[in-house]
């Protein structure tokens, strides 16, 4: 054993990943329907390899933090700005609530129980999920701008973050799960029935579609066939005015004339004899030889190219409206997939309202979906490219921006690095989302950066305060614990309060904006499967885009001023 310890001593890499292999196969393991996630169990075992103290380069975590926050600022950008407008505003304030609620009763117990310097914001940061929070409190110590007690080094300091953030974040996961699914029933609401009620609603006033020729939408009997033109009427018009005419969601895709290919557009005239290639559900494709003429396979004009992409949207002309509304306008022989919203998956319907930032996966063939991109904004899987050139500036400028320091009265005020880096990435990516010509960096090569970033900065400071977690459990365990409860559930529930009572919001999108306020992915899920809906994921993403950067900044803020 002492061998094993000495060769990880000596290689900090093979050290590094070790834990984060040894994290994810932990964070894998399921309870019934709980499982730690790779965050939770990189600590973990860092935790437990640390207690034999080892040493990593404070580099390695700084880069990989670095990597992280500014990731995690490039994909809540959109929503960010996008939530200052007006429909967004009612959940921002929700979004307050919680976050504020979370500082003062951490600040106000941890000043009264007199708890180590450092645990404050490891219990906001556990208590609310909200990794980002935790490095920035540790910034803050490492940076100098936190007048320590004497007696207390840094590197204390920064354990007791690590230690306290490792022993609420559990709860803060699995009880505010357990809390939000019972919080709707204290209530008298049933989230399965309430999310029925507010796809009602929501789809009041949107023009509805006859389910089988909703042209707009992903039908599994979904088919191509050609057919030579012998019906009349349709010969002599150009296409575009006979696009009414066939049967609901019959997209005419390519058309051979003799020996010519031809790819139609609305001004293309349709002549007798015109081998026609049409899709849409099987069953309106079944009404070719009635509407247009007898069948004819032919594997030339069959010969279709289709692709899935994904478009952000970016325009103006699309945001606010229906899918409803986008199909008529512009889906003409597309048909959506799915539609993701900061990293989260919306249920699909007919009023599902579009906001900037979205991003649709859609398929079709490529001269339609090509069409669409340019009414959404723009197509984002054309290239895998990643642009290391704005990524590399906008971290410059993120660090650049945290080392400012303002003074207010004689007090300095500085961002850090954690709040410089987030902002930094926000406005990136709020500028790509307006001009799409630079930054480009494809969404899986984003959520990559943030993963790699986040477990190795998790990784190492689990590794550094190993030696600190039995001394931290017998002196405050119990207490940090508690306060991580109380950190986890009352914002929780005051938010709830707020958006019931105040803003007089569905209860399903309540609960959806709690998860976000409380930055907890895991809970929007176990929401999800109470509701038997996505329709929580609507009050999702806009504050959890102001949790992470408020609560982020208030890490910071904590430490300065207990």
Known sequence: MSEIVDFLRQNETVLLFLVIALGYLLGRIKLGWFSLGTTAGALIVGLVIGLVKFEVSPLVKSIGFGIFIYAVGLRVGPQFFDGMKKDGLKLITLALVACLAGFGITWVLAAWLELAPGIAPGIIAGAMTNTPTLGAAEQAVTSGAVALPAGVSPKAAVNSITVAYAITYLFGTVGLIIFLKVLPRLFGYNLAEEAKKLE??????????????????????????????????????????????????????????????????????????????????????????????????????????????????????????????????????????????????????????????????????????????????????????????????????????????????????????????????????????????????????????????????????????????????????????????AVTLVPAFLAFLWGNYVLKLNPVLTVGACTGAITSTASLKAVNEEAMSSLPALGYPVPYAISTVVLTLMGYLIMLIL
């Open 200 to 485: 009602a609603q929501m789809s009041q006033g949107v023009p509805q579609f006859d389910p089988d020729s909703d042209y707009f939408s992903e039908y599994h009997f979904w088919d191509v066939r050609a057919f030579e033109l012998t019906n009349d009427q349709l010969a002599g018009q150009p296409l575009g005015q006979l696009k009414e005419g066939l049967p609901g969601g019959l997209v005419v895709e390519r058309i051979k004339r003799g020996a010519e290919i031809i790819a139609p557009t609305d001004e293309t005239i349709l002549q007798p004899g015109d081998l026609v290639a049409v899709s849409g559900h099987i069953n309106q494709v079944a009404q070719g030889p009635r509407v247009i003429g007898p069948e004819r396979p032919d594997k030339e004009v069959l010969d279709l190219v289709g692709e899935d992409i994904e478009i952000l949207v970016t325009s103006k002309r699309a945001v606010r409206k229906t899918l409803t509304d986008l199909g008529r306008e512009a889906g003409y022989g597309c048909y959506v997939k799915g539609v993701i919203r900061s990293g989260v998956e919306q249920q699909v319907h007919e009023g599902l309202t579009l906001h900037k930032g979205d991003l649709l996966i859609v398929a079709g063939v490529r001269a339609h979906v090509d069409r669409l991109a340019k009414y959404l904004g723009y197509a984002v899987h054309r290239s895998a490219i990643t642009d290391l050139f704005t990524l590399s500036v906008g971290m410059v400028l993120g660090y650049l921006l945290g080392s400012v320091t303002v003074h207010v009265f004689g007090v300095p005020i500085t961002l850090g690095s954690a709040g410089g880096l987030l902002i930094s990435g926000i406005v990136i990516s709020f500028l790509r989302s307006r001009h799409p010509t630079f930054g480009n960096i494809p969404g899986g090569a984003r959520a990559v950066l943030e993963d790699i970033g986040l477990t190795i900065f998790i990784a190492v400071v689990g590794l550094s305060a190993g030696g600190s977690v039995v001394q931290v459990l017998k002196t405050s365990g119990p207490q940090v614990f508690l306060v991580g409860v």
